[in-house]
Nanobody, 127 residues
Framework: QVQLVESGGGLVQAGDSLRLSCVASGRTADIWVVGWLRQAPGKARDFVAAITWNDGITYYADSVKGRFTISKDNAKNLVYLQMTSLKLEDTADYYC????????????????????WGQGTRVTVSS
């Protein structure tokens, strides 16, 4: 099992920056991918970014390319999402999630690909 805890959310103004953190514990050796997914009010949960735990390969949704950066610190079991140039449409609950090396999945961009989830952290962007 892998446990995940997000932090760093808050209320910011459009154009501001914010960094989210996710700390993993438990069987971290089983981690293949750590992703960030978000759910805006009235919308389905969707993919934001992901990083492979061992190799550091990154993936981004088109809507955040050039604005968000995912990074990691394996020694501290930490994954970050640095968000810049925030827009109103970035308002959502942000979740970190893990795809296990043993998990059944077909990709990395849908919620059902991820086996373990944090509790979420809320990001609100105002004008």
């Amino acid at each position: 099992q892998v446990q995940l805890v997000e932090s760093g959310g808050g209320l910011v103004q459009a154009g501001d920056s914010l960094r989210l953190s996710c700390v993993a514990s438990g069987r971290t050796a089983d981690i293949w991918v750590v992703g960030w997914l978000r759910q805006a009010p009235g919308k389905a949960r969707d993919f934001v970014a992901a990083i492979t735990w061992n190799d550091g390969i990154t993936y981004y949704a088109d809507s955040v390319k050039g604005r968000f950066t995912i990074s990691k610190d394996n020694a501290k079991n930490l994954v970050y999402l640095q968000m810049t140039s925030l827009k109103l449409e970035d308002t959502a609950d942000y979740y970190c999630a893990v795809i296990s090396i043993y998990g059944t999945h077909s990709g990395i961009t849908t919620p059902r690909d991820y086996a373990y989830w944090g509790q979420g952290t809320r990001v609100t962007v105002s004008s």
